[in-house]
């Protein structure tokens, strides 16, 4: 039956990589010292929620994962994401695979070809406080090809 969902919950890294602070004229700077600890963190959800709180900057999560069975000929392997709120770029084993700034709308990338035996998924989220984060579900899926 397709598409088959192969989710990516779980324990994810975390690593904040810069926080936003407001500037004494008003303007948002960007500072990289005295950040928060990495940390592991349980997806889905907003790093409001899973121990970032009053946190506004830009978060690396990370994600390891083999390769997902058997595919093929006929068969493509997609990246889904179903939601992050903020900016968001997306690595798959080094690969850019893009940038997406429509927050909070669901986007995918067809990674087939960049599977390994064993992956590592990186996504850097820049976001405020009360919205950063993965926030819905990340998956693979397995379709037929077009």
Known sequence: MYPHRIRLRGPWEC???ARFVIGADGRKETMTTNLPAPR???MPG???ELGLKNFSGRVRFRRHF???GRI???ER???TFAGIEGTTEVWLNGQFLGRHEQTMQPFESEVTELLDDRNELRVEV???ATSGGLYGEVAMEI???K
């Open 72 to 74: 093929d000929e006929n």
């Open 77 to 79: 392997v997609w990246l």
């Open 15 to 17: 690593e904040p990589l």
């Open 40 to 42: 592991r963190m349980t």
């Open 66 to 68: 083999g390769y997902p």
């Open 46 to 48: 907003r790093w409001s």
């Open 126 to 128: 820049e976001g405020e």
């Open 143 to 145: 379709r037929l090809a």
